[in-house]
Every structure is written in C-alpha cells, then in structure tokens.
C-alpha cells in the first residue's frame, strides 16, 4: 500500500526551511536544492509542493503572517477579562516582533517586505497581510471606543468638546494604519540597535493612551441627546 504523504505538514516544514535560509542570506539567496537540504526532504518532493521558487516564498510569508496572527489571538483569547486598549496595544505588540524571542522572525519579515519592492507576487501577498491585520486594530480600536476603555486615564468626556453632539469622530481604519505602519517601523529600528525592545514597547503604549487623549466617538444616543 502506498505511503501516505501529509503534503501540508511537508509544505510547512519547507517553509520553515525557507526561513531560516532568508535569515541567513536573504529570500534572493534561497534555493529549492538548498531548501531540500535544509527540510531533509528530496528536491523532487520541494518541486512537488511548489512549482518555483517565488511560489515557495509567497508560501513561506503566508507561514510567518500566520504564526504571528495565531499568537496575538491567542494572547487576546488568554485574557478574556482584558480592556479594549490592553488589547489593542498586546495585538500591536505581537505584530512589531519586539520580543527577542522573535528577533530571527523579524529579520526575515522585514527581508520578505524588502524582496517584495521587486516582486510583485510577493508584494500583493504581503498587501493581503497588511489588510488583515489592519482590520482586526480597526475593530479593535472601535471597541475600546465604543465602551469608554477603563485603561484610558483622563479620557475628556464627549459631552464636554463642542461640535458634533460632543465628539471628534476617530476614524478606526486610519488610526490601524498609523498603528500598523508604527509597529513596523519600530521593529527595523529594534533589529538594528536605535532602540531596545523595551523602548519600543514604551513608544507603542504611549501611543495607544494617546488615541483615549482624545475626544471619543459619541456612543449611540449621545448625539441625539445634544441636539
């Protein structure tokens, strides 16, 4: 009877390869033959799981953006009782790579993001990332609107700001994009000494408690009642 092959499992372990040989030479310095070595697989079985090279590595990023998506949920399913604003600055956190735990997997994200300037398939699965994790800070950031976040210190309160029914409306969508765009920026300048994990960390919350600084978004019925 013919062996079973998990194909999943194999295009996983090749990913994994795939990594490690991007930390050590960058994406364009990888090969298939040295992939194979590196998995401990045959190169028949590499070009059986993926037809090129480009392939493999649109594969591979898909495998880093899915490992850091499964630890922030994870980290925001772990502590249910949480506020919207821990939670908002915990998902930016896993997306920056700040921890030293996850130092290699920072340097081959952001080697991925610089191969993708000339790549254009892996740009447009690296778009299709980006917007993912862009929606989930949106709704983050709409919740700890919407319940007046306990972790916001000295929040000004709506119904105390002029203009409409109190609130200067905050625009989730563009607030997870400067968030984004934060988080990556930090992790180049951890990767390359201008600060440490621990700054950036600083920087990240400062900028969280920053956005309840700010007048909310009214709640439902708070506008009505002012006019």
Known sequence: ????????????????????L???????????????????????????????????????????GARVT?????????????????????????????????????????AFVAQAAVSEPLAARLRISYAALQDLLARLVTEAVEVGDADAPDAPDPSD???DGGAARLDPQREARALLALA??????????HLASEEAEDILRA????LW???RTSRPGQAARAE
């Open 1 to 20: 009877m013919p062996k079973q092959v998990d194909y999943e499992s194999r295009r996983r372990r090749i990913a994994e390869a795939v990594c490690v």
């Open 22 to 64: 991007a930390d050590a030479h960058g994406p364009e310095g990888v090969t298939m033959r040295d992939v194979a070595t590196r998995a401990e697989v045959s190169l028949g079985a590499v070009q059986r799981c993926f037809r090129t090279k480009e392939e493999m590595l649109v594969f591979a990023v898909d495998h880093v």
């Open 70 to 110: 499964e630890r922030m949920r994870a980290r925001l399913s772990g502590a249910p009782e949480r506020s919207a604003a821990t939670a908002l600055e915990h998902a930016a956190t896993e997306i920056a790579l700040l921890r030293s735990a996850h130092r290699a997997e920072a340097r081959v994200w952001l």
């Open 161 to 163: 700001e002029p203009g």
């Open 184 to 193: 990556d920026g930090l992790t180049s300048h951890v990767l390359i000494g």
């Open 207 to 210: 900028h969280v408690v920053r």
């Open 213 to 215: 600084e700010r007048p």
